[in-house]
Every structure is written in C-alpha cells, then in structure tokens.
C-alpha cells in the first residue's frame, strides 16, 4: 500500500523512500470506484480496505487521537466503534501507537499460546495482577515462544 500510494519522501536510508498515505489520498481512491479494487489488487480484503477508509475519515476529520498524550480509553472507544476494528486490534493499536503500558490484546494467537490451556477468560483473570503493565507482559510472553 505505501509502495503503489505512500507519499514519496528523502530520508538518506537506502530503501526507506516513502511514507504511508495521507487520509486524503486514501480518501480519493474512493472517487475512481470502490475502495476495495484500489487495496484489492494489494492483497487487502474488501471488508480491510473498507476499516482503512474508515480510519482515513476519522483522521481526516480530526475525530482520531491515538498518540501518546490521548486517554486510552478514549482510544479504544473510538476505535471499535470502526467497522472492522474489534478489542484485538484496538488494545493492538493502544499498546503500539499509543505507548499505553496497559494495553492487552488477550484474545492474541501468542499470547493464549503462551498461557495454554487457559480460556480467554482465564488469561484476563490472571492479567489483573500485572496491571497497570499488561503491555509488557504481552511482549514478554510473544518472546516466551
């Protein structure tokens, strides 16, 4: 996607040449036709590229903030109320681009591999006791495999 759309940019690192995509620019391939057979021929599904425009109207809106200075709450709200987007993704996204420390995707392939043969509700019972820290444990257990 950032190699057929990104934004062409000089960095001085051999193969970093681009930057991903405005939401504008995402926004504009919906005027040539559906989202879908512009990230389509990428390898992104339909219902992928339709969150991905989804995503680019919020930001383009100003209805999105998902740095570090944003409650992660807020966050998290904003983000599943975006189709396509469910509390995997969203404590994904918390954890990563907004450096919440207590971010935890449970429902992670890894980390139920990690604590196997616990439930997803098991696994969040024995979270609570590494708040407010649940990121780093996430990490841990992704490298404990």
């Given at each position: ?42 390898g992104i599904t ?20 998902f740095g570090h ?23 994904y996204i918390a ?51």
């Amino acid at each position: 996607m950032v190699q057929a759309h990104g934004i062409p940019v000089e960095t001085g690192i051999a193969g970093l040449t681009r930057a991903f995509p405005a939401p504008e620019t995402i926004m504009a391939l919906e005027g040539a036709g559906a989202i879908g057979d512009h990230l389509g021929p990428l390898g992104i599904t339909g219902a992928r590229a339709r969150t991905i425009l989804a995503l680019a109207r919020l930001f383009a809106a100003g209805d999105a903030d998902f740095g570090h200075s944003a409650p992660p709450e807020d966050g998290i709200k904003t983000l599943l109320a975006v189709p396509g987007i469910g509390m995997w993704t969203a404590h994904y996204i918390a954890m990563r681009a907004m450096g919440w420390p207590d971010a935890f995707p449970h429902t992670d392939h890894g980390v139920r591999k990690a604590l196997a043969p616990r439930t997803p509700e098991q696994i969040l019972a024995l979270a609570e006791s590494w708040r407010p820290w649940r990121a780093y444990a996430t990490i841990n257990l992704w490298n404990s495999l």
